[in-house]
């Protein structure tokens, strides 16, 4: 072998072996950040943080028990809200639309999935709390279903479009209607990747901070109905995290566990559920 | 997959339901500054009257002001006062004006964090407006060691922290320095927000403690009580009498003295560089802004009780916070002015 | 029953030859109607948040025209807003997430389409994904608590002493900054580099790693050499979707920039991003002028997000399209 040869097979091996030092680093990224939520915020996660509502400022003692629930709350209505608008809106122009009508929706979807949360925070107070004169839990779920809009129904379009020709033209040779079809046949076909898409919206909204600032506000007592201003988890993070109390930064990073363990174990369910494949409705 | 939803979507709202008492919640947002002290007197008002609870949130006196205006919450809080302008367009929304209520009497002081340095430092007014108009940049600047002799100020740059929100704190700070500096009326001005010439914000007075709390070589404004709290050193300023007063209840006392005597009716009123030998300069009220009029019986009721209850036992809670009480004073002058609520 | 039709129901118009009353009767108008509305409504929605950010905007538009992109003073007291500190803020530290970001993103997507066994990559792309699930308000704690300190104690002092005489590094080193908020960013948006590159890597078809090889060419050189610039549009696209996450972060962004409205060469600077500015002051800016200026900065962030997901979307989808339409050579 002569020596130029030499050269480039060491200078391939070196930058091969140099890419997989960049794998490694992006992997152990996320290696690096649980380790640190658990080291800082595990010796936090105690019984008071999960049912104590927050002390007055400066003293210790208190917990996050309402912004757990404000959080669930704001979900829950954000996945009411968003993931109809996505769902149905995707079977319009997955099985009934033209392509122009389907272009326009899509970009639509586009635009708004690109919009920065902080806009998403603009927006949401101009129509849902500037009007009503108030903060408020819906104000907040309004925001973050807005959010998860262009996700469910990107994804539930690809999901759909994916269920294979042979499955509509039986469903049709044997006399469904339309909306029969896609009820009792591709719908469920591909009900896994749909359900994994509403999972990995839910997953991406629940630790949006930015648009509940301006709508959901904040509350140190438990938050009534869904009228009332209420606290979260993301935004108890980041209040408490740039204070200088030491109390509030433990607490802080509880949260930031609490909130990325969640997060993660959503995730993870979600590509568990479909990389078991799509089923077949019997 | 689909039962287990239906019933978990019935148990939260049934938990909704169940946490959905008949307590009346009144929402108010403003200042930073007195934080401390509505957080512990809404929760000791609480204990008193389990129906009622005030959900404060330190958003910044900026937006105590803007949201009182847009009329999203109940009451607002501030330790600037609304300058003629913010009053009118309050009125002009709502058709009836916003009133201002002195709850405690409180002090912006200098923190810093030097290290080596752990005594009190002595500040010029001079010294002050050099350090935040950039002119004086480390921290062995005669202007400082001048009044400071024997202590051994390192020769580091000196990183200014400042708010980064709309605030009460700065408008108290940036009131002084106008009165103190011809030189930063004309180039900065006073208000809730400015035009800083140098430095880094902090959100909220947590946020400006939190920064200095970790940075070394920084100075920032804080209300005392962030810095108590937070055991960090603060200095003394030079008053107009020439005393190095450090800011502490008796101190910020005095500066509000001349001012109990002399109360305009709608409270508003600056008392910083006050006169008086033992005055800390840059001492301030802290108000709360509430409607004139509420459509709301209970919440105005409510509200009205809570102020009647803050100016009697509720001032016997302001000195452990390192909040001066509001003077005999201006107490029944305010007690009158609540009858004014409709 | 339905006139059964030869029609094939595939994705469109099913309109074949039935009737409207026997669509009436079998429910396909409803659904069709059903559905129509509330795709209707998404297009509702986003033309409502356009509408509501000019129409939020309207003053300052008004007032600074176009100079509001290039002045540079944010003056509350005196009423002077001016876009070019945020605009400055957004776009330095975007870039300097890029600048780490992409060789690190495009090495690891290589190593992940090109080197790794199947079930590695895929145990890794798993890691990464996750890694992009990750919300910036965790970003951003450890950005303030890990990274801050860091930079103040060891990389900032360590890069003043070496490369101190480059105006990129002078100043104070706060540790909050132009700097920091630049590598937080890098951390988040690498995900997104990763994962589409190695998409687009992985579509490249087999035939032209194979001419390259039988050639002579080393592993590393047909990987670097052929497969990646054929996949370049799609890398690109990678580039600019990554670009566009990051010009929107807020949260980590604000806790770690600084927040002041500075314009500085110094990377240790203290500066501030559109996004942080709006998040830190929306809810407390008074004054029709003040809150106004902020929805149009609100405006301008947005216009750029959308004008770069498009650009990244066009560019992945030539991409796949000359992978699919290529085979000979």
């Known amino acids: 072998m002569n020596p130029r040869m030499r050269w480039r097979k060491f200078v391939s091996n070196f930058m091969l072996a140099m890419t997989g ?204 109905g869904l009228n009332e201003p209420t606290a979260s988890l993301p935004v108890m993070i980041w209040n408490y995290a740039i204070s200088a109390y030491d109390d509030w930064h433990r607490q802080a990073w509880a949260a930031g566990l609490v909130l990325l363990t969640l997060i993660l174990i959503i995730n993870i369910l979600a590509r568990a559920i479909l990389s078991r494949g799509i089923s077949v409705p019997r | 997959m689909k039962r287990i939803t239906r019933i978990l979507l019935v148990a939260f709202a049934l938990a909704g339901f169940f946490i959905a008492r008949a307590a009346l919640s009144i929402t108010g947002a403003g200042a930073t500054f007195p934080y401390p002290m509505y957080s512990k007197w809404f929760a000791e008002y609480h204990k008193k009257d389990a129906n009622i609870e005030f959900n404060y949130q330190s958003i910044g006196s900026g937006g105590g002001i803007k949201q009182i205006t847009e009329g999203t919450v109940d009451f607002g809080a501030s330790d600037g006062p609304m300058n003629d302008d913010q009053l009118k367009a309050f009125q002009d929304k709502h058709g009836f004006p916003v009133l201002h209520f002195p709850t405690v009497l409180g002090a912006d002081v200098l923190t810093y964090n030097i290290p080596g340095v752990t005594v009190d430092l002595n500040f010029t007014p001079e010294a002050i407006a050099g350090i935040f108009l950039g002119k004086i940049t480390k921290w062995n600047d005669p202007a400082i060691a001048g009044t400071n002799k024997g202590v051994n100020l390192p020769a580091n740059d000196i990183y200014v922290v400042h708010r980064s929100d709309g605030s009460g704190t700065t408008y108290i700070w940036t009131d002084y320095l106008s009165k103190i500096s011809d030189d930063w009326k004309n180039k900065v001005g006073k208000n809730t927000s400015v035009n800083w010439p140098v430095g880094l914000g902090g959100k909220g007075n947590e946020g400006v403690s939190g920064l200095v709390k970790q940075t070394p070589n920084a100075v920032g404004y804080v209300e005392l009580i962030y810095a108590v709290q937070n055991k960090m050193p603060y200095g003394a300023v030079k008053n107009s009498s020439g005393a190095f007063i450090k800011a502490d209840l008796a101190s910020v006392t005095a500066a509000a003295a001349g001012a109990a005597k002399n109360m305009p009716d709608d409270f508003r009123v600056s008392i910083t560089d006050a006169p008086g030998k033992t005055a800390y300069p840059i001492s301030s009220f802290t108000w709360l802004l509430i409607p004139s009029k509420f459509s709301d019986a209970s919440k105005r009721d409510a509200i009205k009780g809570f102020v009647k209850w803050m100016l009697a036992d509720g001032q016997n809670y302001t000195e452990a916070l390192s909040y001066a009480k509001l003077p005999k004073e201006v107490v029944a002058k305010e007690e009158k002015a609540l009858n004014s609520i409709q | 029953m339905s006139t059964a039709s030869t029609t094939l129901p595939s994705a469109g118009p099913a309109a074949g030859s039935r009737s409207f009353l026997s669509r009436l009767r079998e429910g396909d108008e409803i659904a069709r109607l059903v559905t129509f509305l509330f795709a209707a409504s998404v297009v509702l929605i986003t033309i409502l948040l356009v509408f509501e950010l000019w129409q939020g905007s309207v003053l300052p538009r008004h007032k600074f025209g176009f100079a509001f992109f290039h002045t540079s003073v944010w003056d509350p007291v005196f009423e002077k807003f001016g876009a070019l500190p945020f605009i400055y803020g957004t776009v330095v530290t975007s870039v300097l997430a890029l600048l780490i970001a992409v060789p690190l993103g495009i090495g690891a997507a290589i190593f992940l389409a090109e080197l790794a066994p199947a079930r590695v990559s895929d145990t890794l792309e798993f890691f990464i994904d996750l890694l992009a699930a990750v919300p910036s308000v965790i970003y951003g704690l450890l950005g303030f608590f890990i990274v801050v300190p860091l930079m103040r104690e060891y990389v900032q002092p360590g890069l003043k002493n070496t490369l101190g005489f480059l105006p990129f590094f002078q100043g104070p080193a706060y540790g909050l900054g132009f700097l920091t908020a630049g590598i937080v960013l890098a951390i988040m948006v690498i995900p997104y580099i990763i994962s589409v590159s190695r998409e687009v890597l992985l579509s490249v078809p087999r035939d032209q790693r194979e001419a390259a090889l039988a050639l002579g060419s080393t592993r590393w050189e047909s990987t670097w050499k052929v497969v990646v610039p054929f996949a370049r549009s799609g890398i690109m696209g990678s580039i600019f979707l990554a670009l566009a996450r990051a010009l929107g972060e807020t949260m980590a962004v604000s806790m770690v920039i600084g927040n002041a409205p500075i314009i500085s060469a110094s990377l240790f600077s203290p500066g501030d991003s559109i996004a942080s500015v709006i998040a830190n002051q929306f809810s407390e800016a008074t004054g029709e002028l003040y809150t106004q200026s902020l929805i149009e900065l609100g405006l301008v962030l947005f216009l750029l997000t959308f004008l770069l997901n498009g650009l990244a979307r066009i560019l992945i989808l030539v991409t796949s399209q000359r992978g699919s339409g290529m085979g000979n050579a």
């Open chain 1, 21 to 224: 030092v960049c794998a490694l680093v992006a992997v152990s990224v996320l290696f690096f950040i649980l380790a640190s939520l658990v080291y800082h915020g595990g010796t936090s996660i105690n019984w008071n943080f999960f049912t104590k509502l927050p002390a007055p400022v400066g003293e210790t003692g208190g917990g996050m028990a309402n912004a757990i629930v404000g959080s669930a709350k704001l979900l829950l209505l954000a996945t009411l809200f968003g993931v109809p608008f996505g769902f149905l809106g995707a079977i319009y122009i997955a099985e009934f639309s033209g392509s122009k009508v389907a272009f326009v929706v899509r970009y639509s979807a586009d635009l708004l999935n690109g919009a920065p949360s902080i806009v998403i925070g603009i927006f949401a107070f101009s129509i849902a709390v500037h009007p009503f004169k108030h903060f408020s839990t819906l104000a907040g779920g309004f925001a973050l279903g807005v959010m998860m809009i262009p996700i469910t129904l990107r994804s539930t379009e690809g999901f759909l479009l994916d269920v294979p020709r042979t499955l509509r033209e039986g469903a049709m040779a044997l006399g469904a209607s339309k909306w029969k079809t896609i009820a009792t046949v591709i719908v469920p076909a591909a009900y896994r990747g749909i359900l994994t898409a509403i999972l990995l919206a839910f997953a991406r909204v629940a630790g949006e901070t930015a648009p509940l600032i301006f709508t959901a506000l904040g509350n140190s007592y438990w938050s009534h």
